[in-house]
C-alpha cells in the first residue's frame, strides 16, 4: 500500500508540473516560413509558441482553460509585418478625407464641397490620396496634367484646404491656404522642391517636394494651438483607428518609416503603458541639425513587452516618380532636360549615416530613382567596409536601379525595403517617366535583386497605398494590375514563397528582429494571422478576395471574423 501512494503521490507531482497551453490552433494548413510545414497543430504559452507537432502530441497540453481554435484546414502563417508605412499617417488619412479610389478630380471636388457645408468656417479642410496619373479625364482646368486651385478656391474662401498626393511628396493648396502661408506669385522655388506656376507666372496649387514645407509648418502651428487634452484626443483617435485597421488586415507588426520626437515618445508611453495591440519598430526621422546629440536618447530596444522598438534613423535623397521627383542619371523621357530633384544634400544624409554608425542605428534611405539609388549604396558601401558586421541598412522603395548598381545589394548587405503595389499602382505612367529600356531592366527589380540573394522587405507605404496586403500580395507574385489586368514586366514576379517571406521572416530579419518573429517556430512570439485562403495554392485571383479569420498578437486574439 505504501508503494502505491507513493506511486500516485510522485505521478500527481509529474501531473502538475506538466506544461500545459493557453492556446492551441488545430487542425490547420500551415505556412511556418522556415520549410518546416508539415505540423498539424501549434501550441502557445505566455505570448510564445511551446510546441509545434502533430494533433496527439499538442493536444496533450490542453487545459480546461486552454483556448482552442479549430481551423478547419485554413491557412495559418506568421503574422503579416508591414515593412514600410507611416502609421500615423495612416490614423490621420482615416480622419480625413481619402482620394485613394477616386478617378476624376470632379469626384475630389465634390468630397472638398460636402466636408465644407459640415464645417465650421476657418476649419481646415484636409486630404490625401489625389493621383492625376490615375485619373479617367484630366481636370477641366489643369495645367501639365495638375488641376487648378480655381475649382476648389471658388468654394472655400474661408477655409483653407491643403491635400496631399497620394505620394506624399507634393500637395494641392487652395487659395485661403496659399495666402496664409505667403505663397504668392512672387514666390521662387525652393532648393529641392518647386511652386509650379502657369506660363504667366500664375500659382497652381500644387507644391512639389520642399516647397511643401510652409503648409507642413501651419498644419503643425494649427495643432499645436489646440489645447493639450485636445490635441492629444485627436491624435489617440488616429492611433486606435490605425491599429484596427491593422488588425482588420492580419498586420502583427508595423515598421513606421520615420516619427519625430514628440510623436516617439508618445509611442513609447503606449508601449510602456501596454495600450499597443500590434508591435512596433520605428524609424526616427528629424533635421540633420536636431539630431545632432540626441539620438542616443531615442534607440530603444523591446519596450513593453516587446511592442515598441526605435532602432533605425530615417533621410531621404529624393522624391517621387509621378511628380518627376525621382534623382535620375539620364534625363526623364518626358522631360528631356530634368534629371529629379535630389531633395537633401550628400553631405547631410551623409552626416546622418555617420551618426547612425556611431549609435548603433540602421540608417534607412528614401530612393527611388537610379541616381538616388547609386548615392545611397556609395554611402552605405563606405560604412559596410568599416564594420565587422552586416549593418542591415536599408534602401526604402529601390524603385529604379542601374543594373550595375544590383549586384551592390549583396555585396554591401544593403535591405531592400520595397513596394510591391507600387509597382501595379504606378504602372501606366513608368514607361512614359523612364522610356521603355530603363522600365524594363531596371524598375522593381524584385526577381532580379532574390536571385543575387537580397533580402526585400515587403509592404505598402499606407497612406500612400491601402495597407490591404492581399493587393499587395497579387501585384508582389502577378505584376498585374487589379482593375484593368495591365502587365508590368512580369519577368521581375516574386514567386509565392519569396513574396511570403518578404512579409514575415525576410520583413523581420529587416529590423532585426529575425530571431523573436517572423516564423513559426518554438520560442518565438505567438504573432499569428490565420487566412481563409492558401497563399501558396490558390489561383491568383483568389488572393485578391482573401479574408484575415483571426489576427493573434502575442497570444491573444486581437481580430477575429
Given amino acids: 500500500m505504501k508503494y502505491l501512494v507513493l506511486f500516485l503521490f510522485i505521478a500527481s507531482l509529474i501531473s502538475c508540473q506538466k506544461e500545459s497551453a493557453d492556446m492551441i490552433i488545430n487542425n490547420a494548413s500551415f505556412y511556418t516560413a522556415t ?26 497540453l490542453r487545459n480546461e482553460n486552454t483556448d482552442i481554435i479549430d481551423a478547419k484546414g485554413k491557412f495559418v502563417m506568421p503574422g503579416i509585418i508591414e515593412g514600410h508605412g507611416h502609421f500615423c499617417g495612416m490614423g490621420e488619412s482615416l480622419q480625413n478625407l481619402n482620394f485613394l479610389q477616386d478617378t476624376s478630380w470632379a469626384d475630389i471636388v465634390k468630397k472638398v464641397k460636402t466636408k465644407i457645408e459640415a464645417s465650421e468656417k476657418g476649419d481646415w479642410i484636409m486630404g490625401r490620396g489625389w493621383h492625376q496619373e490615375k485619373w479617367f479625364s484630366a481636370p477641366e482646368e489643369n495645367f501639365g496634367a495638375y488641376p487648378t486651385h ?53 500659382l497652381i496649387g500644387v507644391f512639389e517636394e520642399r516647397a511643401m514645407k510652409p503648409f507642413r509648418d501651419a498644419i503643425r502651428e494649427h495643432i499645436d494651438n489646440l489645447d493639450q487634452e485636445q490635441q492629444m484626443k485627436v491624435w489617440l483617435e488616429a492611433v486606435d483607428l490605425a491599429q484596427i485597421e491593422c488588425l482588420r488586415n492580419g498586420i502583427t507588426s508595423f515598421q513606421d518609416a520615420g516619427l519625430k520626437f514628440f510623436e516617439l515618445e508618445r509611442m513609447e508611453k503606449l508601449a510602456e503603458e501596454g495600450k499597443l495591440d500590434i508591435r512596433f519598430w520605428v524609424m526616427l526621422r528629424e533635421r540633420v541639425e536636431d539630431l545632432t546629440g540626441t539620438i542616443s536618447q531615442y534607440r530603444k530596444i523591446g519596450l513593453g513587452n516587446n511592442f515598441y522598438t526605435c532602432r533605425a534613423i530615417k533621410t531621404e535623397i529624393d522624391g517621387a516618380l509621378g511628380a518627376h521627383g525621382a534623382w535620375l542619371l539620364k534625363p526623364y523621357e518626358d522631360k528631356p532636360d530634368f534629371y529629379g530633384q535630389n531633395t537633401t544634400e550628400i553631405s547631410d544624409v551623409e552626416t546622418i549615416a555617420q551618426m547612425a554608425y556611431d549609435n548603433n542605428m540602421q540608417l534607412c534611405v528614401h530612393a527611388i530613382g537610379d541616381r538616388a539609388n547609386k548615392e545611397t549604396l556609395d554611402i ?65 527589380a524584385w526577381r532580379a535583386l532574390l536571385e543575387q540573394g537580397v533580402k526585400i522587405v515587403n509592404g505598402t507605404d499606407v497612406p500612400v497605398e491601402k495597407i490591404d496586403p492581399f493587393a499587395n500580395f497579387y501585384a508582389s507574385v ?57 497563399l501558396l495554392t490558390c489561383d491568383d485571383q483568389e488572393i485578391i478576395g482573401t479574408k484575415v479569420l483571426y489576427t493573434i498578437v502575442d497570444g491573444e486574439v486581437k481580430y477575429k471574423l
Fill in 35 to 60: 520549410g518546416n510545414n508539415n505540423i498539424e497543430s501549434i501550441a502557445i504559452k505566455d505570448g510564445l509558441i511551446i510546441k509545434m507537432g502533430t494533433s496527439t502530441d499538442i493536444m496533450t
Fill in 150 to 202: 480655381n475649382s476648389i478656391s471658388e468654394l472655400t474662401p474661408d477655409n483653407p484646404v491643403i491635400l496631399f498626393h497620394a505620394s506624399g511628396h507634393s500637395l494641392f493648396a487652395n487659395k485661403k491656404a496659399m495666402d496664409q502661408v505667403g505663397y504668392s506669385i512672387e514666390s521662387p522655388d525652393p532648393k529641392g522642391g518647386k511652386v509650379i506656376k502657369q506660363n504667366d507666372g500664375q
Fill in 380 to 444: 552605405i558601401e563606405n560604412y559596410s567596409k568599416k564594420s565587422e558586421d552586416t549593418l542591415r541598412w536599408r534602401v526604402e522603395h529601390a524603385q529604379h536601379l542601374n543594373p550595375n548598381d544590383i549586384n551592390r545589394f549583396k555585396d554591401t548587405g544593403a535591405i531592400a525595403s520595397m513596394q510591391g503595389i507600387h509597382c501595379t499602382s504606378d504602372a501606366p505612367f513608368v514607361v512614359r517617366r523612364l522610356g521603355d529600356v530603363r522600365a524594363k531592366v531596371g524598375a522593381y
Fill in 478 to 534: 502577378t505584376r498585374k494590375r487589379i482593375d484593368n489586368g495591365m502587365e508590368f514586366f512580369v519577368d521581375q514576379r516574386m514567386t509565392r514563397e519569396q513574396a511570403l517571406k518578404s512579409y514575415t521572416i525576410d520583413a523581420a530579419y529587416g529590423a532585426f528582429e529575425d530571431h523573436q518573429k517572423g516564423s513559426l517556430e518554438v520560442g518565438k512570439f505567438a504573432d499569428i494571422t490565420i487566412l481563409d485562403t492558401n
